[in-house]
């Protein structure tokens, strides 16, 4: 299989994942949002070293030790997925996996963004056509709301930004992830500590079936992590932005369909204008890219031009 269809693979796997675990975290009830995240990090910190323990491959520990830079950006990418693991599970556990689904189908916009800001891209006029319908449906939502989807903003910007440092920073799946969940485990263990001593722990205390759902939260963390880094590693940015729209369609399917959450006409509206700039974001993404297959590259440019996702 070639690299770029095992990213396609990776990033499918990673998304369909993503769109059903609304009802995974609804079992872990009556556990709170901090204690399912802190049950995350450090179970994803003990699958992950299994995995890495079976693979015989720690030595890598000690090449990263002399990469400060490397270093420094995974600590940016453990926030970053912090704050989103965070968010997210407050969303769904509050009856707004609604506004969850919101987040993530503005998170290719939200690329586009930091494309702009981060990386001085210029920006082609479709794409300014699409930003400015995303602008209106989070100004329709807003009113619908009553406020700004301050939760669905926040999910779509922290994940936007952790696809950004995990594509520059390019390292092995199971190696990233590994270090990002071990930065975060000291505080998540302190916090889990700390919650045990005041009695709030529901871990081991309600049932065997909640404690090994709350274990294996770990695993269902990492596993489609580890696919996204995967694929994050193997496809174009812009790729990897399209494959991105599988799992909040599922997610909103769950929110609308299995958790019946509400969608008055002028949320529907809101969401509508969404779907029509991503539309316009993908047509536009789509004929940019078979102009520039159509337009020959000079020899040398093509020899000294990695390719995507390299």
Known sequence: MTPLRLGY?????????????????????????????????????????????????????????????????????????????????????????????????????????????????????????????????????????????????????????YGLVKKRLGLPAAEGLFVESAVLALPALGYLGWLAADGGATFGHVSIGHTALLVLAGAATAIPLLFFAGAANRLPLTALGMLQYVAPILQLACGVLIFHEPMPPARLAGFALVWLALLVFTVDALRHSRRARRTPAPADLALATPGPGR
């Open 9 to 161: 693979l990776y990033g499918l796997s990673a998304y369909l994942l993503w769109g059903f675990f609304p009802l995974y975290l609804k079992l872990l009830k009556p556990a709170g949002p901090m204690e399912i995240l802190a049950h995350r990090i450090v179970w994803s910190v003990v699958f992950v070293a299994l995995l890495l323990a079976a693979m015989r491959n720690i030595g890598f520990l000690r090449a990263l030790a002399r990469r400060p830079r490397a270093l420094a950006g995974i600590v940016l990418a453990a926030a970053l997925v912090a704050v989103n693991w965070g968010t997210y599970i407050y969303g769904v556990n509050s009856e707004r996996v609604v506004e969850t689904a919101l987040g993530y189908f503005i998170n290719p916009l939200v690329s586009v963004l930091l494309g702009v800001g981060v990386l001085r891209e210029r920006l082609r006029p479709g794409q300014w056509v699409a930003l400015g319908v995303g602008a209106g449906a989070v100004a329709v939502l807003t009113v619908d709301y009553g406020r700004l989807p301050w939760l669905a903003l926040t999910l779509a910007v922290s994940f936007a930004a």
